[in-house]
């Protein structure tokens, strides 16, 4: 299992994945051997896919997506903090840690989510399915096609 931890505290198990929003600071922490997948995504952010012919009760539903409660770390000790802007890395230091403020108003947090609860939508009679039954959040361009 692994902690994500920024202004709130989330822990991922195996199986889960989470969703950080661009401009918030995270860290993670790991026991044990692990392993993970880092994907960034520009212009949009992830969105639940549009169901279509399938229903409401398919795929992922929207009360399965979990968000943490606020906490906060209360830490004297040096930090470098990484930030990514226009493309390139920063870093910067600070004798505090950047977790030491419980200030979270809104729904601009981070997310995760348990794939066990994805409900599999399959045909098998001759040939399969459009892949994108298996989507679980997308990312939509702005370009149309």
């Given at each position: 299992?692994?902690?994500?931890?920024?202004?709130y505290?989330?822990?991922?198990?195996?199986?889960?994945?989470?969703?950080?929003?661009q401009?918030?600071?995270f860290?993670?922490?790991?026991s044990?051997?692990?392993r993970?997948?880092?994907?960034?995504?520009?212009?949009?952010h992830?969105?639940?896919p549009?169901?279509?012919?399938?229903?409401?009760?398919?795929?992922?539903?929207?009360?399965d997506?979990?968000?943490?409660?606020?906490?906060?770390?209360d830490l004297?000790?040096?930090?470098?903090?990484l930030?990514k802007f226009?493309?390139?890395?920063f870093?910067?230091?600070?004798?505090h840690?950047?977790?030491?403020?419980?200030?979270?108003h809104g729904n601009?947090?981070p997310?995760?989510?348990?794939?066990?609860?994805?409900?599999?939508?399959n045909a098998t009679?001759?040939?399969?399915?459009?892949p994108?039954?298996?989507?679980?959040?997308?990312?939509?361009?702005?370009?149309v096609?």
């Open positions: 299992s692994s902690g994500i931890n920024a202004e505290g989330l822990e991922v198990a195996p199986n889960e994945f989470c969703v950080i929003q401009g918030i600071r860290k993670v922490d790991v044990g051997p692990s993970g997948y880092i994907l960034e995504v520009w212009g949009n992830f969105v639940l549009n169901l279509g012919p399938i229903g409401a009760n398919g795929l992922a539903n929207p009360r997506f979990l968000t943490p409660v606020s906490c906060y770390e004297d000790t040096p930090h470098v903090i930030a226009q493309g390139k890395m870093n910067a230091r600070q004798d840690s950047p977790f030491d403020v419980v200030a979270w601009y947090a997310y995760k989510y348990n794939l066990k609860n994805f409900m599999v939508i009679a001759f040939d399969h399915a459009d994108s039954i298996f989507t679980v959040l997308t990312c939509p361009g702005n370009l096609g």
